[in-house]
T-cell receptor
Framework: EAQVTQNPRYLITVTGKKLTVTCSQNMNHEYMSWYRQDPGLGLRQIYYSMNVEVTDKGDVPEGYKVSRKEKRNFPLILESPSPNQTSLYFC?????????????FGPGTRLTVT | GQNIDQPTEMTATEGAIVQINCTYQ??????LFWYQQHAGEAPTFLSY??LDGLEEKGRFSSFLSRSKGYSYLLLKELQMKDSASYLC??????????WGAGTKLIIKP
């Protein structure tokens, strides 16, 4: 089954404790992206990757890191989480954007930072 | 700057028709997407328009006017399961998606 998976689905952590949210897709997509979603603000892009070893900042990259060592995986790293990073996070993948294709979203990770 | 506007919330009755509007301002334009998102779940693709006009897909239709920077999603024969948020997103000249904040649709019996 074609899918994007994320882990963990729910996470409660404390300020400053490093964490990683994993994202994996099995569709051989070149493009992957991380979003955060907050009430009233819609989806905001954190980072995106056009292919292996190619990553770029989105609209709200501060406080986050990503890596793309393999095509299927695109982990999101919070080196020192803070309460304002409490949010619902989605990973998405698709063929290259200039092929204009729908994005496939993972199920989401609900993060709470206390 | 780039911007997408859509109503925050709409209410409709089961069995009726509802139109959700979206206006966009982007640097260049390569099409417009509509996604459905149930509460706490991932967005799922509904439609894509790049040419002017109406595209029909079952109970859902999507319309685009490039000259007016305007799109709408039309939902017919509303069902309770259509209660969700509907996200409008425009693809700019760099093929980056610009997302609206979403319209929460409440269906009443």
């Amino acid at each position: 089954e074609a899918q994007v998976t994320q882990n963990p689905r729910y996470l409660i952590t404390v300020t400053g404790k490093k964490l990683t949210v994993t994202c994996s897709q099995n569709m051989n997509h070149e493009y992957m992206s991380w979003y955060r979603q907050d009430p009233g603000l819609g989806l905001r892009q954190i980072y995106y990757s056009m292919n292996v070893e190619v990553t770029d900042k989105g609209d709200v990259p501060e406080g986050y890191k990503v890596s793309r060592k393999e095509k299927r995986n695109f982990p999101l790293i919070l080196e020192s989480p803070s309460p304002n990073q409490t949010s619902l996070y989605f990973c998405a993948s698709s063929p290259p954007p200039d092929r204009v294709h729908e994005q496939y979203f993972g199920p989401g990770t609900r993060l709470t930072v206390t | 700057g780039q911007n997408i506007d859509q109503p925050t919330e709409m209410t409709a009755t089961e069995g009726a028709i509802v139109q959700i509007n979206c206006t966009y301002q982007t640097s260049g334009f390569n099409g417009l997407f509509w996604y459905q998102q149930h509460a706490g779940e991932a967005p799922t693709f509904l439609s894509y328009n790049v040419l002017d006009g109406l595209e029909e897909k079952g109970r859902f239709s999507s319309f685009l006017s490039r000259s007016k920077g305007y799109s709408y999603l039309l939902l017919k024969e509303l069902q309770m399961k259509d209660s969700a948020s509907y996200l409008c997103a425009a693809l700019d000249s760099n093929y980056q998606l610009i997302w609206g904040a979403g319209t929460k649709l409440i269906i009443k019996p």
